[in-house]
């Protein structure tokens, strides 16, 4: 039964008695571990019932089933029991429900659409009247950050009070305390749970009733936790639960991919709760991959071991895996360059095997566009096309506008149409009174900006009149010109002042990069068209044709995805666009969201490049042609560029299938990690020779006599230092006049002075 295992995963197969935790890096073949290790028990006598086996997902969960029914053959009848945590959690809740110990739920679980109505009403009814006009006219805004925030607490064991606090959130979010217990009260008169109750609930109720949870724990020899590096601490307690004391307890996952923080997971589950909460615990290592080659995996580990949180285990890769090819892309327009490299990439792959992975979904939208145009077939990770976005809604009625085809929506859409309008941006006017001139306009069907100009109340100031009579004017040209469409959308976002309404307008900053970044991606598609106005809308229709027609068929074509979706999947060929300042790691301003740290951000990184099997595709920034402070973050190197180390991953590779004795390395990649000597041994060239390209003397000493005798410095990109009070860090960029510094522990690049920083600087 064992043949085909590594010795490291018979190790795990055979493990009798006792805690376990199991590291398995990506691709180390934990499934296979696990289900070797169910039937090794099951042929040692152990009752099915006696095992239960927690799956992260329902999707896991019936792959895993699959894969054990196949494995044990005729035993398909006399399997564990194999359940998602939220399953599990609501059988527990009927439990708890038929002892009288929670009250029983009505009607349909509830779904994130009912929640929201219910959350936006709560939030109107507790706050003051300034936010309670801010609420109504920004409803994105509020909803989206309160959801995030209740589905926060309820991961956790924390008073609400206690997690707002954590999360250093703006002022005016206080209420989302108040709007916790008046949502949580709503729920109980209405009987009704949500995804998150069901687990939310019985855990509070076990902490309440210890005795309660004494009758649901030690039942079980054996409970197997699958991606436990998922796992957070309402699903932590409630393992404990379960064990209960007696029997054993197999955890099995990777620090280096725990990706979830926003939902409560937190690495030091599997690090070092577990073993500190259950007791003595023997630790296992699957540490070979059997899905990338040597390539890859030197760049994953050079990359990964810059984080502190995390196991001391070593990514390697099996002697069956493919010579995966990582490749770095100096690009300046990525989608372009992404529409080129799928093209050449699919001579030889289907396109369902190559997948582009961005950082945020905005990022996506120039490059869906560019596919369409390029009538490239493909497939979205999530529901919504670029086309149909939100924020893009004002600049589709501008077109209607235009085209006359407003007149043809019914008199209730044109009153949400022409609110939408008044709104967007806001022009800060009493939602009452906007709603009133929309009812108004919703009656006239032509001469729609001499009708938007008669409604405007006398009442408004002249900064709020001069808002809406832009919009008329911008209103009064589509009528009448038929101009380009990109023109009428780009004077509607320069007039209007469109972006900065954006930023006003949400808590979050990824919430405002998302919708900038769609905006822009749309324009600049618009300009390229070279359309009219109403030619424009008829393009528009029939991409949304095209959107829907891939939609009714099955999913086909290349994969757009997240960082966060390719968790636990794989492609032949993977595309990782915005590895840059800002991007990669993300470091957004006056953020609305938990924190991430820099070590987060690392792991999303790896998560996503270890998704491939023969070809990686990394895209950096062109070197900027123009003076650092006139650069964005997003025009800069990500200081994970010179982590990865991609150079020298080749260089070794190179030396080794080569049999050469030495390899030269350059010491811009930054020092050599104390884990590859261990890659050596595993490649068998524990003998190789390895060298640091010597250093030019004026590295970091150069000194240049500038006018008036004031001595300065030239330095290296990518260089670390220290910084006598901000600390260490690693030099991005720097010009005559600044540094800009990304600092160990910070997200954001600094950019400092170069004449007061220069004496404050030591080079390491």
């Given at each position: 039964m064992t043949t085909q295992l590594t010795p490291e995963q018979q190790a795990v197969v055979q493990h009798q008695r006792g805690h376990a935790r199991v590291i398995a890096v990506a691709g180390a073949g934990k499934t296979s571990t696990l289900t070797h290790f169910l039937l090794a028990r099951l042929q040692e006598g152990l009752p099915a019932k006696r095992m239960l086996v927690l799956m992260y997902n329902k999707a896991a969960q019936q792959d895993f089933e699959q894969r054990l029914s196949t494995l044990a053959q005729g035993r398909a009848g006399d399997l564990p029991q194999i359940r998602t945590f939220h399953s599990l959690g609501l059988k527990i809740y009927q439990s708890l429900v038929e002892q009288g110990a929670l009250p029983a739920w009505q009607g349909k679980i509830l779904s994130d659409g009912e929640i929201e109505g219910v959350i936006w009403r709560l939030l109107q009814q507790i706050a003051d009247d300034d936010t309670r006009q801010d609420i109504l006219s920004q409803r994105r805004k509020w909803v989206e950050p309160a959801l995030s925030f209740i589905d926060l607490v309820k991961s956790g064991l924390a008073p609400a009070a206690d997690v707002l606090e954590e999360l250093d959130y703006p002022p005016e979010c206080r209420i989302f305390t108040e709007l916790f217990y008046q949502y949580e009260d709503w729920r109980k008169q209405q009987q009704r749970i949500s995804y998150a109750d069901m687990l939310y609930d019985p855990v509070m109720c076990f902490r309440a009733h210890p005795e309660l949870a004494d009758r649901f724990g030690g039942h079980m020899q054996w409970l197997l936790v699958d991606e436990y590096q998922d796992i957070n601490e309402v699903q932590q307690s409630l393992l404990y639960t379960l064990w209960g004391g007696r029997g054993s307890v197999m955890v099995i996952g990777d620090s280096d991919q725990t990706i979830y923080e926003f939902r409560g997971?937190?690495?030091?589950?599997?690090?070092?709760r577990f073993a500190k909460e259950?007791?003595?615990?023997t630790t296992y290592q699957l540490p070979h991959t059997f899905r990338y080659g040597h390539r890859l995996s030197l760049v994953a580990n050079q990359l990964i071991h810059h984080n502190s949180e995390r196991e001391n285990v070593v990514g390697l890769s099996h002697q069956s895996t493919p010579?995966?090819?990582?490749?770095?892309?100096?690009?300046g327009n990525e989608a372009a360059l992404c529409v080129r490299i799928i093209k050449d990439e699919m001579?030889?792959?289907?396109?369902?095997?190559?997948?582009?992975?961005?950082?945020?979904?905005?990022?996506?939208?120039?490059?869906?566009?560019?596919?369409?145009?390029?009538a490239i077939p493909y497939q979205l990770d999530h529901s919504q096309s670029v086309l149909e976005a939100w924020q893009l809604r004002i600049f589709w009625l501008l077109l209607e506008i235009s085209a006359g085809k407003f007149a043809e929506r019914d008199q209730r859409s044109r009153e949400e149409s022409w609110l939408h309008i008044l709104t967007t941006p806001f022009p800060k006017v009493r939602r009452a009174e906007l709603e009133q001139m929309a009812k108004s306009l919703a009656l006239v069907n032509d001469n729609l900006a001499d009708a938007l100009i008669k409604v405007i109340p006398s009442s408004l100031s002249q900064w709020q009149k001069q808002q809406l009579e832009v919009r008329a004017q911008i209103i009064s040209d589509a009528e009448l010109k038929n101009p380009k469409a990109w023109r009428l959308l780009k004077d509607y976002v320069d007039l209007t002042d469109l972006e900065e309404g954006v930023r006003d307008n949400a808590f979050s900053a990824q919430q405002i990069d998302d919708r900038l970044q769609?905006?822009?991606?749309?324009?600049?598609?618009?300009?390229e068209t070279d359309l009219t106005a109403i030619e424009m809308l008829d393009h528009w229709r029939q991409l949304l044709r095209q959107v829907k027609e891939l939609r009714r068929q099955p999913p086909k074509g290349v994969v757009l995805t997240s960082a966060h979706k390719s968790k636990?999947?794989?492609?032949?060929?993977?595309?990782?666009?915005?590895?840059?300042?800002?991007y990669f790691p993300y470091s957004p301003e006056g953020e609305f969201i938990t924190p991430a740290s820099i070590e987060s951000e690392r792991r999303l990184l790896y998560v996503s490049m270890t998704r491939a099997r023969k070809q990686l595709h990394i895209m950096t920034p062109k070197t900027p042609d123009k003076p650092l402070r006139d650069c964005t973050d997003r025009e800069l190197p990500s200081s994970f560029e010179r982590e990865l180390a991609v150079e020298r991953a080749e260089a070794i590779v190179k030396a080794v299938e080569g049999g050469a004795s030495s390899v030269e390395m350059s010491m811009k990649e930054g020092a050599i990690g104390t884990w590859l000597p261990q890659y050596l041994r595993h490649l068998g060239a524990e003998n190789l020779k390895l060298t640091m390209a010597a250093q030019a003397p004026s590295l970091n000493v150069q000194t240049v006599a500038e006018p008036g005798g004031i001595i300065d410095r030239k330095f290296e990109q990518e260089q670390r230092l220290h910084h006598e009070t901000l600390g260490s860090g690693t030099l991005i960029a720097e010009d005559e006049e600044y540094l800009k510094v990304r600092f160990d522990g910070e997200r954001k690049v600094r950019k400092l002075a170069r004449k007061v920083a220069i004496d404050m600087i030591r080079f390491l």
């Open positions: 997971s937190r690495p030091e589950f599997i690090v070092e259950f007791g003595d615990t010579a995966t090819q990582v490749r770095l892309h100096k690009a001579a030889n792959h289907p396109p369902e095997q190559i997948a582009v992975i961005h950082r945020l979904w905005s990022l996506s939208a120039p490059l869906e566009l560019a596919l369409l145009q390029a769609t905006i822009r991606a749309f324009l600049r598609y618009v300009k636990g999947r794989e492609w032949e060929i993977v595309l990782i666009p915005g590895v840059n300042a800002q």
